[in-house]
Every structure is written in C-alpha cells, then in structure tokens.
C-alpha cells in the first residue's frame, strides 16, 4: 500500500495541502486512520494535531520511521489481499493519498464514525498524459469519489477533480466528507492556502 507506482511521491515529507485544509474537521483527540502511509507524514501530523494514529502499509522498510513515534500505532498489512480489519473501527478521520484500490472504497467510508471524516486525494483519468500513473487501474473515473460518498451517506464538504501542478503536474481527484451533519465542522475550516 505504498503510493502509486510512478508517482513520485515515496519520500514525500511534506503535508499534503489538501490534508493540512481539511484536518480542522478532525475533533481533537480522534483517533485516525493513515491508510496506505509510506512514510508516514500523514500519520505524524495528525499525531500533532491531537489524533490517535494507525498507520497501515504493505512497505515494511517505509514504516520503520514511524516505530516508536509518539501517538501512532503501526501496522504492517497488505490490505489489497487479506480481509478488512477495520470493520468495527469507528474512526474519526480516515486519510488516503496517493493510493486506489478500488473494492476498499465501500469499507473506508463505511469504516467512519458518525462525525468522521474522510480526506482522500489520488490520481484520476487524464493523469496518464502526464506520466505515471496511467494505468487506469490507479486512476479514478470522474465523479468516482463523489460516489463513493454518496453511496455511504457521506457530507461532501469540499471535491475537485482537474489538474494540478504541484507537487508535480497532475490530474487529481480529492474529497473531503463526514459522516452526518458538518455545518459546526464547517466554521473551522481556513481558508484555501493561495
């Protein structure tokens, strides 16, 4: 569950944006999923921010740094070809960057707490103009975020899906969603960094 093949981002240290916008949605003290975590900078800020962190990655040698860290659990599993463990979970805030596949959709939604909240950014059609990854198999269909939302009863808080040029020239997708009502999430929101 590292990040895509090609996508340049395995020793990516820095936050993504998209994250760092809508964590203030997390409630302080959360505990949160980092799925697919390589390295773990997801993981370490939400530990920062308050969460309780499990940071889940097939990449054994990625998750190293993250032994011992403060406020995250570690976990190493290849998700894509055992069963879901996080059924029961009920987390407050799922991250995804970086990372499809596709039949763990429907379980990382339905895997958020009433409040939870899902941030998830990836590659999506049209990517494939700008290198890797371009196989389909990593690249979201437009609107696929939006359904997986809707079919969990998720609030859309904020989507896009269009190019972008950093970290790297790109065709993205991401969302941002919670699970029951957001509108007092909503007065804590920042503005978008610009």
Known sequence: MSP???????HMTEVSAW??????????GAHALDLACGGG???????ARGCTVEAVDRDAEALLGLSGADGIVVRHAD????????ADAGFGAVVV?????RPLLPLIAASLAPGGVL???TFAQGNESYGRPSNPDFL???????GVARAAQLRVVAYEDGYVE????????RIAAVRGPAESALLTLQPAAG
Do not use: C, D, M
């Open 4 to 10: 895509l093949p090609g996508s340049g981002h395995a």
């Open 19 to 28: 994250v760092a916008r809508f964590a203030p949605l997390i409630a302080s």
């Open 41 to 47: 900078r997801h993981a370490r800020y939400l530990a």
């Open 79 to 86: 998700l894509e070809s055992g069963a879901w463990p996080y």
């Open 97 to 101: 960057t970086n990372y499809l596949f």
């Open 119 to 121: 941030i998830y950014e």
């Open 140 to 146: 979201l269909a437009p609107g696929e975020l939006l």
């Open 166 to 173: 950093f970290p790297k020239p790109a065709v993205v997708q």
